[in-house]
């Protein structure tokens, strides 16, 4: 069994997986166009990421 390369070209972005054309620019126009985030979202979700962090301590 092979595996299938992904290559990035010269228009990937630094530090993102090398994704099919149009991948990146897809995604950042459906992030401008989300509303922001309340402060109870924010404060769940910090909430969220720190207890991954404490599990994975434990």
Do not use: S
Request: zero cysteines; glycine letters at 6%; proline letters at 9%.
């Amino acid at each position: 069994m092979t595996e299938k390369q992904i290559v990035a070209t010269a228009g990937d972005t630094p530090g993102r997986p090398a994704r099919p054309a149009g991948y990146w620019e897809r995604i950042d126009r459906i992030v401008a166009q989300a509303p922001p985030l309340t402060d109870a979202q924010r404060a769940k979700l910090r909430t969220i990421f720190h207890q991954t962090t404490a599990k994975e301590a434990a």
